[in-house]
């Protein structure tokens, strides 16, 4: 099997474990852990595709809500102190992907003979 | 904003401000599909599901660019706040926009492929060594996977769930995201573009993006006091009827002290939706109502008006000679806190 068709084959078994941690969460955990879901189910199908997505997550938050140890501190802590290092690493991925671009690109800034990037196997 | 995730209080500007966003998007589809095909200069004919393909791209390029520069100018300037409002519809319909440009790619370029196209995607260039020839393919397989990860969280369910904390620095993907696309646009379509049009466009909305998160986020660079104990935070007379003056406490942790009247209260400055900056916002009816997205709290007790259920911390405060002085350690969320008179003519010798 080649390299991406295992690829495939891991995303295909990450959303089956998806669906089976959603069909749990969405019928048992969520009435333990969250009082306002309890009597609510209009909604529950919208939660199934970021469940499917980030399965480990819900995991974790729901052990972590189940044993009660959460401080109530962290909810009010906005994470502010990392805005200007994202910023400027935004900058600079923006930058370089840019750079790059217009670096390789064979028609920029003047008209230029195509270059031929790898041979055809016969 | 909910009830037992239940939607209330859809009002109309909510209402407008997703209507405004379905025709323009419809809109912008429309004119490059339909309208004006024949000035998009290119330069081999093109069929219709390369056309398809090129136009949902466009569009969730800018839609995704107007998304990232909704954040920064509202913290640069207030009057760009009600962009902020619906700004999750906005970034769910971008993430639909790009599946369906994804839709349009898979159906062609790889549906001829001799193995599955889903794999045909990954292995049909792994030049991963050269920057020339890269396959920029990849750079829009993460996008497009973040853009959906972030819709899909984006209900206020997740937000709940996860902690406004936590739910925040997961929708960080959308900084490596949008790098992603900028990278998949110019390793990709504008390395066959012989209009500099579109380089133009690309390239000026990168600088205006990373320009603007970088004043944003100077203008919010601030210190944590290094002290102990009450902590001053300004003069009584200098808070404005129905505002707040916001304080930076030594944990790094922000207070919001409300003036309603003669009476201050203080509560914390991240509101427990979204961590919205409740210090910016101002007293309607009786509630502090947060910029972002209105919700609202009792400034004596942390506590939302009924139905709601949210809650935050509140702190203790007290005024000497005019100067007001607020306890660092917050109470537990919804705790009453009896408001300290300071009539407004109150000033500092």
């Known amino acids: 099997m080649t390299a991406a068709g295992t690829l495939i084959d891991i995303a295909a078994w990450w959303l089956i474990a998806g669906a089976v941690v959603a069909g749990l969460f969405l019928t048992i955990g969520i009435d333990r852990i969250d009082e306002d879901s309890r009597g609510a189910y209009a909604f529950r199908p919208l939660l199934i595709p970021g469940i499917l997505l980030i399965w480990p997550m819900v995991l974790w938050r729901w052990i972590r809500l189940e044993g009660r140890s959460e401080q109530w501190h962290a909810r009010y802590r906005p994470p502010r102190a990392a805005h200007l290092p994202v910023a400027i690493l935004l900058a600079a991925a923006l930058g370089l992907a840019v750079i790059a671009g217009l670096n390789v690109r064979q028609t920029w800034p003047a008209q230029t003979v195509p270059e031929r990037l790898s041979k055809v196997e016969p | ?349």
Request: proline share 7%.
């Open chain 2, 1 to 349: 904003m909910s009830v037992k995730y239940v939607p209330v209080q859809w009002n109309r500007f909510k209402w407008g401000y997703d209507a405004l966003l379905l025709i323009g998007t419809g809109l912008f589809l429309w004119i490059f599909i339909d309208l004006a095909p024949g000035v998009l200069s290119h330069e081999r004919p093109i069929n219709p599901q390369i056309h398809n393909a090129r136009a949902f791209g466009a569009c969730a390029f800018v839609m995704l660019t107007v998304i990232l520069c909704i954040g920064p100018l509202s913290r640069l300037d207030r009057r760009f706040l009600p962009l902020l409002y619906n700004r999750r519809h906005f970034g769910v319909l971008t993430a639909m926009v790009a599946l369906t440009h994804f839709y349009f790619i898979l159906n062609w370029y790889f549906a001829f492929s001799p193995v599955d196209k889903f794999e045909a995607v990954l292995s049909a260039n792994t030049n991963y060594d050269r920057v020339s020839g890269f396959p920029f393919e990849i750079f829009g397989v993460f996008a497009l996977m973040s853009l959906l990860v972030l819709s899909t969280t984006s209900h206020d369910f997740w937000m709940k769930f996860l902690t406004p904390p936590v739910w925040k620095r997961l929708h960080y993907l959308i900084y490596p995201t949008y790098a992603a696309v900028v990278a998949h646009v110019m390793l990709g379509t504008l390395q066959d573009q012989q209009d500099q049009g579109l380089t133009v466009i690309v390239v000026v909305s990168a600088i205006l993006v990373a320009t603007l998160h970088i004043a944003a986020a100077l203008k919010e660079r601030v210190t944590p006091p290094q002290t102990s104990g009450w902590l001053r935070v300004g003069p009584a007379a200098d808070i404005a009827d129905g505002r707040a003056l916001i304080a930076l406490l030594p944990g790094g942790d922000r207070v919001a002290v409300f003036r309603h009247g003669d009476k201050l209260s203080a509560i914390a400055n991240a509101c427990a939706h979204q961590n919205g900056p409740l210090g910016e916002g101002r007293i309607l009816n009786c509630f502090v109502t947060c910029p972002w997205h209105g919700f609202q709290y009792d400034v004596t007790n942390g506590r939302s008006p009924a139905p709601f259920t949210e809650k935050i911390p509140t702190y203790n405060l007290r005024v000497d000679e005019g100067v007001v002085f607020v306890d660092p350690d917050p109470n537990a969320p919804g705790t009453f806190v009896p408001p300290v008179i300071s009539p407004l003519a109150e000033r500092v010798s």
